[in-house]
């Protein structure tokens, strides 16, 4: 992997070490996983869901969320998406919700970063 595509990732909060590790060193794999993370819709689906004060749908995008994340060594976002996710579990749901200004703006840095890489931008 180029110096420059691992460092982007890397200051967007992927652990791009320890994702090649999991994707056994692969990294056309690991990048198609994360073009495919750009595809997956859990991130609105829990904006809707916590938008719509729905706890059990809420709850069950975070929970999808966090194993996206975790298996792309997406850490500050997993991080995030777990405790958020707890917070739900226990019936905290406003804890939960008042997460998502963070959440978003880490979710959003990730995006951009793999959009840029997409693109082949410098």
Known sequence: MEKQVKQRLEKAGINVDSALARFMGNEGLFLKFLEKF???????GLLEAVKN???RQAFQYAHTLKGVCGNLSMDELYGLISRQTEF????NFQKGADMLKEISAV???IKEAIEKEKKGDE
């Open 38 to 44: 750009l595809q997956d819709r859990s991130f609105e």
């Open 53 to 55: 004060e729905d706890a």
């Open 88 to 91: 739900f579990r226990e019936g």
């Open 107 to 109: 979710y959003f840095k």
